[in-house]
Every structure is written in C-alpha cells, then in structure tokens.
C-alpha cells in the first residue's frame, strides 16, 4: 500500500465522525474502485490558530518556506505575488509590539467569492478558499473585495512552476493553503516551518483535534471580527 | 463546375497524401501505452483534462490515473523531461501539427516533477 | 444659416476624414497598447497589487456612467413627452450606445485574460454585481437599439412609448448596478456605502447632459445652424440643476464620512492632505468641473451656445478628476486590518500606495474614447441624427 493511501487511511480515521459512516461507505466504495481520493468534505474545517506570542519579530521563514513550496520568486516589489507576508503591528496607545504572519483567512463567507463574476473565487466543501484559474479572468474585483489584501495578481508570464501549484499570468492567486498537501495528508507549509510552532494547522470541526482543543482553552480572534466573514485562520495574543 | 470539382479532389487527395507523409514525429517519452488505449487517448484527452480539473481543483477529487502531472511524468522527453520545450514535445509537436491552441501550460509546468524537485532541492 | 458652397462641402468632406484618420489612429494605438499588455503582463501598466484598478477602469466607468446618463434627454421627450427632448432622443440614444461601446471595450480588454471572456458569458455568479452587470450592460444595449428602431421606423412608432419607458428603467437599474460595484466593497473605507448607486445616477445625469451637450454644438457647428435660444436656455438650466445635484450627492458622501472618526483619516486624505488626490479633488473636480461650469451656463451676458459647450467639456474633465480621486484614491489609502495599531509589512500594509499610469493603461482609455468617438461621428454622417425642432412651443 502507497503511502498515500496511508495517509488517507489516517486522514479518515482522524476526520470522519460517526454522522459520516452512514452515508460514506458507498461514497468511498466507489470512490476506490476508480481510483480517485474521495474529495474535500464539508464534514471538515481546515483552519489555523497563529500565536503571535510565538511568532518573532524579524523571522521570516514561514514567507520563505511558502515561497519555496509554491515556487513564488520571493521578491517584494508590488507587482510581485506575496501570498504570506509578516506583518509587525504596534498598539498606539500602549506601544505593545506584535509580529505576525497574513495571509488568506480562508472565510466562511468570502467577500471574494461573493464578487467573483464568473465563480473561479470558490469555497471547498472543506472550507479551502481558492481561484480556480481555469475560471479566472483576472478582472482583479476580488482583490477589491478582499479585507485581508491576501490575492495577488500575476504581473507577468510565468514559467517552471511548481508541478503541484499551477500559477499563470493574468489570473489572481492567494494562499492556498497547501491544498496540494492537505489532500495527501500533509500539512501547510508555513505551519511545518515555523521554528517556534506558533501556526497549529487542523480540522476546527474535529473536537479532539489539536487545534480545536486549543480554540476552546486559550482566548484567540480573527481578524476584522466585525465583517463577520467567520475565517479559518485565527490569532492567539493580539 | 467539373473543373472544379476534380481540382478539389486533387487537392483533397494531395493534401492527405502529405498529410500521412508529414504526421509529427514526436519525442514521445517513456511511450506506449499509459492509462487508455493510445487512439481512444488521441481522441479524447482533452475530455479526461477538463472534467478532471474541475473535480480536483473545485471538490478535490484527485484523479492520480488520468491527472495532466501523470501525463508528464510518462510522456515528458527523456533529455530535458518536458513536454513543451521543443517543437517535436509530446504536446507541443502535435498540438501545432493541428493548429489547436495549446493554454494548459501558462498556468501548468510542463516539467516532469521529479526533476523539477531535484532542480529546486538542488538550489 | 448660410448656403453651403461646392469649397465648403469638400472641406468638411476632406474633415470627416480627417476626423475619422485621428479617431482610428487613437483607437490603433490603444489596440496596440492592449496587444503589448497581453503579451507582457499587467507589469507594463502602472498598477499592481496595491492600486489593482487604475487609469483604464476612470476612463470605462466614465463612458458608461455617462452612457446611462445621456439617455436622460431621451427620457425626458419618451417618458414625459416634451417635444424638443423629444427631437433629440435619436442623437441620445446613439451616443448611450457609443460610450457603452467605448466603456466595455477598456474594461474588457483591460482583464488579465480577455480571451476568457466567453467565460464570462457562461458561469453567472448570481451573487456577483459583476455577473449581473454583464447582462445590465448589453441588454442596455439591445434595449436601446430597440428604442431606435421605434423611432426611426415609422411602422414602429407606436412602441415607442414603451421602449421608452423600458429604457427608462433599465438605465436606472444599470447605474445603480455600477455604483454597487464599490458599494459591496465592504472592506475598503472609501466604497462600501449605499449612497453611492444614488450619487452614481445623479453624476451620470450631468455627465451625460455634458457630453450630450458637446456632441450638439458640434453637430449644429457642422451644419452651421444655430439652436433655438430659448431651448438652449432651457438645456442649460437643467444641465445647472443637475451639476448642482451631483455637487450635492459628493458633498454628502464626504460630510457624513467625515463625521465618523474612523473615517476621518481618509477624509483628510482624500480632501486635505492625500497629495495629488485633494487637488484633483478641489481644483479639477470642484472648480473646474463645477463652479466655472455654473458660472458659464448661468452668468448673465454670455448666451452663446459656445460657452455652454465649454461649461460641458468641464463638467467632463472634472467627472474625470473626481473619478480618479475616487477610484485610485480609494484604493491608495490603506486597508485597516488591525484599528488601533501602527502597521507595517512588505505589502505595504498601513502605507500609502503610489501610482503612476503607464502610456499603454492611458492609450487604452483613450483608445475607448476613440471608439465611441468614431461610432458617433460614422452614425451621424450616414444616418439622421440632427435634432429636428419643430417652431419652439412651451409645453
């Protein structure tokens, strides 16, 4: 058996909650006898809890661990893809200094996905927010839309892409969150590279995952609350 | 109107004729016969592609079998293990052949992954 | 008016085509820019990650604004039957169609791939204003095509009143679904308010009464005819009242914002102390596009219709100001992740961006005014567009 099917073996033992075993089994009968993974899962949340008080000022190798993985030149320039980005934040009236990573947050209610005109801004059943390029006809009305400043447009042709992660001028793109991993079982890039742990990625629907027994103990929010986007990605110590 | 007719046919004839004669010679990579009988796959890859993509980009249905990236790690030349960086590329050499616009590589490597792997990790 | 001569009918011959060279060769260059876009990337226009909209989408929305807005005359002689609107409503109706074609052609050929756009035409995100605006868009123009047609078809007349009616609406719709496209931007300080649909339709009125006013002088300046002094009078005071209802709708999109302290920073950004964005504000669009406007169509002593011409051709440049403002200024200011902190990143978090356009964003602005240009000026040569008065009735 390929390590891949051992990953999907984990995956569904760790994921798949007792409501699922009623209607699942012919799903995946099928889904096995064609050869096929069985698909994203509405069963399933993917988020991220980000400690800020873990995260350090100056680190910067969860951008250069995302910028490796999905063969991102790295550069700064503002036509240049940035789809993870440290940003260092400063309280004015106490003078309390955070640093901390930004990317997509991955709502539950996307404003991108809302404007997008032809739907190549769309929601995985799992909560993955992503563009589907083959969609996307760069009209850029989601980078309008977006409160985070997570997309990024493709300035320029582009080429030795990463096999996992297709990446074209004149389209928009932003984190995805490692959805190439996920889907094998692996987990965001960012998240494995962060020396002090400080990006816990899981399941926020799975109760006795890390991550979800984290939310319920330690006090975390997501960023502009107030838009009630509802994101995946939140923040423990700002 | 007979003229014409028989000037057709000549042409017609003639242009199969060549046609047979300058079918591509593609560097076909590891070849033979992958995941579909090779005619069926001539006829209907695009098919397999487009439905493929929006199951595994829109749900995640992954299919390993008939993915694009599978295509390229057999077919991808075993010189510079790319389907597009010559003009006899598996995709290329026959996609101008037919004058059919080739779109899937402004977004997709053409590159076989192992090797893109080995180049980056080499970095 | 004066005979014309067999000299001054080969000069305005000679003219036409002149007209049409120039017209063509800015409309060439704009393709030509487009081509050049396509084949580098966005990376040769002055817009980037920050300032994702530019040049190109103040140049479309201003034609179609305006588009929606010039169909007003047409409006005013269909819908609420006044005779001397009513002689005009053919020549409204092929500008509306014109600028529309102007304004969808830049923002067709401004996307990162405008050989999807069949894509477009074939996934409809209902939930996307976008979406929705692609149908507004051309069933504006399928509308009005129509509407000319009742007019112009003697055997269709009798429709007419409907078409009116029917464009009447659909154009209101339209301007709206425009206005809403910053208007669902909740994120971003500048958009994301409900009064902008409602500025968007009175803007599009004087906009649109403007250009319409413009194309007129030109028109009767061709044929060396003079417009009846007294239905000029009339034009230009409504054009007044609409200037004075657009300065009205900005002046209350500004002061409300200004009265919540979250909003003051922009404010002051865009008004006070934001660089080029307070002075194309205050001199473009208030006192060029506005106040001397209001001087020239009311101050007494200059009646000509020449000067109206001159009011209108500022009433458009200031609309191009102010869109500027709004557009590229709403989007220089930064987006406010975390309220109370001083930000900082390599996304230009908490800063403000810069933008300077390319020749190659403004050639395909221009390259859109081009088209509406030549479509207006082929239309009127070989068709009947000329406003037909009959002897001035009040009604």
Same mark, same amino acid.
């Given at each position: 058996?390929?390590?891949?099917?051992?990953?999907?073996?984990?995956?569904?033992?760790?994921?798949?909650?007792?409501?699922?075993?009623?209607?699942?089994?012919?799903?995946?009968? *099928?889904?096995?006898?064609?050869?096929?993974?069985?698909?994203?899962?509405?069963?399933?949340?993917?988020?991220?809890?980000?400690?800020?008080?873990?995260?350090?000022?100056?680190?910067?190798?969860?951008?250069?661990?995302?910028?490796?993985?999905?063969?991102?030149? %790295?550069?700064?320039?503002?036509?240049?893809?940035?789809?993870?980005?440290?940003?260092?934040?400063?309280?004015?009236?106490?003078?309390?200094?955070?640093?901390?990573?930004?990317?997509?947050?991955?709502?539950?209610?996307?404003?991108?996905?809302?404007?997008?005109?032809?739907?190549?801004?769309?929601?995985?059943?799992?909560?993955?927010?992503?563009?589907?390029?083959?969609?996307?006809?760069?009209?850029? *009305?989601?980078?309008?839309?977006?409160? *985070?400043?997570?997309?990024?447009?493709?300035?320029?042709?582009?080429?030795?892409?990463?096999?996992?992660?297709?990446?074209?001028?004149?389209?928009?793109?932003?984190?995805?969150?490692?959805?190439?991993?996920?889907?094998?079982? %692996?987990?965001?890039?960012?998240?494995?590279?962060?020396?002090?742990?400080?990006?816990?990625? %899981?399941?926020?629907?799975?109760?006795?995952?890390?991550?979800?027994?984290?939310?319920?103990?330690?006090?975390?929010?997501?960023?502009?609350?107030?838009?009630?986007?509802?994101?995946?990605?939140? *923040?423990?110590?700002? | 109107?007979?003229?014409?007719?028989?000037?057709?046919?000549?042409?017609?004839?003639?242009?199969?004729?060549?046609?047979?004669?300058?079918?591509?010679?593609?560097?076909?990579?590891? =070849?033979?016969? /992958?995941?579909?009988?090779?005619?069926?796959?001539?006829?209907?890859?695009?098919?397999?592609?487009?439905?493929?993509?929006?199951?595994?980009?829109?749900?995640?249905?992954?299919?390993?079998?008939?993915?694009?990236?599978? /295509?390229?790690?057999?077919?991808?030349?075993?010189?510079?293990?790319?389907?597009?960086?010559?003009?006899?590329?598996? /995709?290329?050499?026959?996609?101008?052949?037919?004058?059919?616009?080739?779109?899937?590589?402004?977004?997709?490597? =053409?590159?076989?992954?192992?090797?893109?792997?080995?180049?980056?990790?080499?970095? | 008016?004066?005979?014309?001569?067999?000299?001054?009918?080969?000069?305005k011959n000679?003219?036409y085509w002149?007209l049409l060279?120039?017209g063509?060769?800015?409309?060439?260059?704009?393709?030509?820019?487009?081509?050049?876009?396509?084949?580098?990337?966005?990376?040769?226009?002055?817009?980037?990650?920050?300032?994702?909209?530019?040049?190109?989408?103040?140049?479309?929305?201003?034609?179609?604004?305006?588009?929606?807005?010039?169909?007003?005359?047409?409006?005013?002689?269909?819908?609420?039957?006044?005779?001397?609107?009513?002689?005009?409503?053919p020549l409204?109706?092929l500008?509306?169609i014109a600028?529309?074609?102007?304004? $969808?052609?830049?923002?067709?050929?401004?996307?990162?791939?405008?050989?999807?756009?069949?894509?477009?035409?074939?996934?409809?995100?209902?939930?996307?204003?976008?979406?929705?605006?692609?149908?507004?868009?051309?069933?504006?123009?399928?509308?009005?095509?129509?509407?000319l047609?009742?007019?112009m078809?003697?055997?269709?007349?009798?429709?007419?009143?409907?078409?009116?009616?029917?464009?009447?609406?659909?154009?209101?719709?339209?301007?709206?679904?425009?206005?809403?496209?910053?208007?669902?931007?909740?994120?971003?300080?500048?958009?994301?308010?409900?009064?902008?649909?409602?500025?968007?339709?009175?803007?599009?009125?004087?906009?649109?009464?403007?250009?319409?006013?413009?194309?007129?002088?030109?028109i009767?300046?061709w044929n060396?005819?003079?417009?009846?002094?007294?239905?000029?009078?009339?034009?230009?005071? $409504?054009?007044?009242?609409?200037?004075?209802?657009?300065?009205?709708?900005?002046?209350?999109?500004?002061?409300?914002?200004?009265?919540?302290?979250?909003?003051?920073?922009?404010?002051?950004?865009?008004?006070?102390?934001?660089?080029?964005?307070?002075?194309?504000?205050?001199?473009?669009?208030?006192?060029?596009?506005?106040?001397?406007?209001?001087?020239?169509?009311?101050?007494?002593?200059?009646?000509?219709?020449?000067?109206?011409?001159?009011?209108?051709?500022?009433?458009?440049?200031?609309?191009?100001?102010?869109?500027?403002?709004?557009?590229?200024?709403?989007?220089?200011?930064?987006?406010?992740?975390?309220?109370?902190?001083?930000?900082?990143?390599?996304?230009?978090?908490?800063?403000?961006?810069?933008?300077?356009?390319?020749?190659?964003?403004?050639? $395909?602005?221009?390259?859109?005014?081009?088209?509406?240009?030549l479509i207006t000026t082929v239309s009127v040569r070989v068709l009947n567009f000329m406003?037909?008065?009959?002897?001035?009735?009040?009604?």
């Amino acid at each position: 058996m390929s390590d891949m099917d051992m990953d999907r073996r984990n995956f569904l033992k760790t994921s798949v909650g007792a409501a699922a075993v009623a209607i699942a089994p012919g799903m995946m009968l *099928y889904s096995v006898a064609q050869g096929k993974s069985e698909g994203a899962s509405s069963r399933v949340r993917w988020g991220m809890l980000i400690d800020t008080n873990q995260c350090k000022p100056g680190c910067n190798d969860c951008v250069t661990a995302c910028n490796r993985e999905n063969g991102l030149p %790295g550069e700064t320039k503002a036509t240049d893809s940035q789809w993870i980005r440290k940003i260092e934040i400063k309280d004015i009236s106490s003078g309390r200094e955070i640093s901390l990573p930004m990317m997509c947050q991955h709502c539950e209610n996307p404003p991108c996905v809302d404007v997008c005109p032809t739907n190549a801004s769309m929601k995985r059943a799992d909560g993955i927010v992503l563009v589907d390029k083959h969609r996307c006809i760069g009209c850029r *009305y989601c980078m309008m839309a977006c409160p *985070y400043k997570a997309r990024s447009f493709v300035h320029e042709p582009q080429h030795d892409q990463n096999p996992d992660v297709p990446r074209g001028k004149g389209t928009v793109e932003s984190c995805t969150l490692c959805v190439h991993r996920i889907d094998v079982g %692996g987990k965001p890039a960012c998240s494995e590279a962060c020396p002090n742990q400080a990006i816990i990625f %899981g399941d926020l629907n799975d109760e006795n995952s890390e991550i979800a027994q984290k939310v319920r103990s330690v006090a975390s929010v997501q960023v502009r609350a107030d838009l009630r986007l509802n994101p995946g990605v939140r *923040y423990q110590g700002i | 109107m007979r003229l014409l007719v028989s000037l057709l046919l000549t042409l017609c004839v003639s242009l199969a004729w060549a046609s047979e004669a300058a079918s591509p010679k593609l560097d076909i990579g590891k =070849g033979g016969q /992958c995941v579909e009988d090779t005619q069926w796959m001539r006829k209907n890859h695009m098919h397999l592609l487009k439905h493929g993509r929006d199951d595994a980009l829109r749900h995640g249905i992954r299919d390993e079998k008939h993915s694009l990236k599978t /295509c390229i790690e057999c077919h991808a030349s075993t010189q510079d293990n790319s389907v597009t960086a010559r003009a006899d590329s598996f /995709c290329v050499g026959c996609h101008k052949y037919e004058a059919v616009k080739l779109d899937c590589f402004e977004c997709h490597s =053409g590159t076989r992954k192992s090797a893109w792997l080995q180049q980056r990790n080499a970095k | 008016m004066s005979t014309p001569t067999l000299e001054s009918l080969h000069f305005k011959n000679r003219l036409y085509w002149l007209l049409l060279a120039a017209g063509g060769l800015v409309a060439t260059a704009g393709m030509y820019a487009v081509h050049l876009m396509e084949h580098h990337g966005h990376i040769i226009t002055g817009m980037d990650n920050q300032i994702v909209w530019g040049l190109p989408h103040v140049f479309a929305i201003f034609l179609i604004v305006a588009a929606s807005g010039v169909l007003n005359v047409a409006s005013i002689g269909s819908v609420f039957g006044k005779a001397i609107y009513k002689a005009r409503a053919p020549l409204a109706s092929l500008l509306s169609i014109a600028m529309l074609m102007g304004g $969808l052609t830049v923002l067709m050929l401004d996307l990162g791939r405008p050989d999807r756009i069949i894509v477009a035409a074939t996934n409809y995100n209902l939930t996307s204003v976008f979406a929705w605006n692609v149908l507004l868009y051309s069933g504006m123009v399928g509308l009005v095509v129509v509407y000319l047609w009742t007019m112009m078809e003697r055997r269709m007349n009798p429709y007419n009143k409907i078409a009116g009616i029917g464009v009447f609406v659909w154009r209101f719709v339209l301007t709206t679904g425009t206005g809403l496209i910053f208007a669902f931007l909740t994120a971003r300080q500048a958009y994301g308010s409900a009064l902008l649909p409602p500025m968007f339709i009175v803007l599009s009125f004087a906009w649109g009464m403007a250009v319409f006013h413009l194309v007129q002088t030109s028109i009767y300046m061709w044929n060396e005819k003079e417009i009846d002094p007294s239905i000029l009078a009339r034009k230009k005071h $409504l054009l007044g009242v609409f200037v004075l209802g657009s300065m009205y709708m900005v002046a209350t999109y500004h002061l409300t914002n200004a009265y919540f302290s979250q909003q003051q920073g922009f404010e002051r950004f865009i008004l006070l102390d934001g660089g080029i964005y307070p002075g194309l504000f205050w001199w473009g669009y208030i006192v060029l596009g506005n106040i001397v406007p209001l001087a020239l169509l009311y101050a007494p002593g200059i009646q000509r219709d020449r000067w109206a011409a001159l009011a209108s051709l500022l009433i458009i440049l200031g609309g191009f100001a102010l869109l500027y403002v709004f557009i590229i200024g709403g989007q220089a200011w930064p987006l406010n992740l975390f309220p109370g902190y001083e930000v900082s990143s390599t996304f230009a978090d908490g800063q403000i961006s810069a933008y300077s356009p390319s020749i190659y964003e403004f050639l $395909l602005g221009l390259g859109g005014l081009s088209i509406a240009f030549l479509i207006t000026t082929v239309s009127v040569r070989v068709l009947n567009f000329m406003p037909q008065d009959k002897p001035y009735i009040a009604d």
